[in-house]
């Protein structure tokens, strides 16, 4: 199958603080990967639409200078949340589509998510 | 905007049993994907089975079939044989066809899966 990994898996820190969350797919180039946010007990709610080498594209009522999201190869996405403060803990999860022959290109595959904590 | 409703927030059934979640959306788009995914505890999202709405066959993977109903909107999971292993939260969701590959995925709120020994 297409394997996607995240970085890292648990992170906390202090309001004000920035954090950096890497996604990476492992054994297929994404030309677009897909960042989602999950609080505890509820759904997936996507946040933006990541292509490579363009700029992100962002949900309505996501703050995109919040949320800075960089796809610089078709291997690896970012998701830095800037001065972080206590409601932007959450559970992160990226996604990948595949463009590798044999997977389904119109199908996400998902890494295991991030948990953050802001203090 | 397209949404997805799914109306079972949880389900207990017995082992080896045979469980059906429901899921209906509402779309104005006539083509696009439905998907079904698993979260067990370690929350990984996993691939459960998909289905192309211009296909009217119903898609199955092993012990998992659909039933895909595309004028009531209804896109129905039947997991046959039900495991320990298929204790979970499960996930419909949807997505139009861009042409191109993917596009962003609207969930359901999820249905907990419970089974019992």
């Known amino acids: 199958g297409a394997v996607v990994s995240q970085h890292p898996s648990w992170v906390i820190c202090k309001s004000g603080t920035s954090v950096k969350i890497e996604c990476r797919s492992l054994?297929?180039?994404?030309?677009?990967m897909f960042w989602y946010r999950q609080f505890p007990k509820q759904s997936l709610m996507l946040m933006a639409t990541?292509?490579?080498?363009?700029?992100?594209?962002?949900e309505q009522g996501v703050e995109k200078d919040k949320f800075l999201i960089n796809h610089a190869s078709l291997t690896l996405s970012t998701l830095t949340v800037t001065s972080a403060h206590p409601e932007d803990s959450s559970f992160y999860i990226c996604?990948?589509?595949?463009?590798?022959?044999?997977?389904?290109?119109?199908?996400?595959?998902f890494g295991p998510g991030t948990r953050l904590t802001v203090l | 905007a397209q949404t997805v409703t799914q109306s079972q927030p949880e389900m207990s059934v017995q082992e080896a049993e045979t469980v059906t979640l429901s899921c209906t959306y509402d779309?104005?788009?006539?083509?696009?994907?439905l998907f079904w995914y698993k979260q067990p505890p370690s929350r990984q999202m996993i691939l459960v089975i998909r289905?192309?709405?211009?296909?009217?066959q119903n898609a199955t993977e092993n012990r998992f079939s659909v039933n895909f109903q595309k004028a009531a909107k209804s896109f129905s999971l039947k997991i046959s044989d039900s495991q320990l292993g298929d204790t979970a939260m499960y996930f419909c969701?949807?997505?139009?066809?861009?042409?191109?590959?993917?596009?962003?995925?609207?969930f359901g709120k999820g249905t907990h899966l419970i089974i019992q020994p």
């Open positions: 996604s990948a589509s595949s463009t590798r022959e044999g997977v389904y290109t119109d199908t996400q595959y």
């Open positions: 054994d297929f180039q994404a030309t677009t």
């Open positions: 990541s292509n490579e080498g363009s700029k992100a594209t962002y």
């Open positions: 779309t104005s788009e006539s083509n696009y994907y």
């Open positions: 289905q192309e709405a211009y296909k009217q």
């Open positions: 969701a949807f997505t139009l066809y861009s042409g191109g590959g993917a596009d962003g995925l609207t």
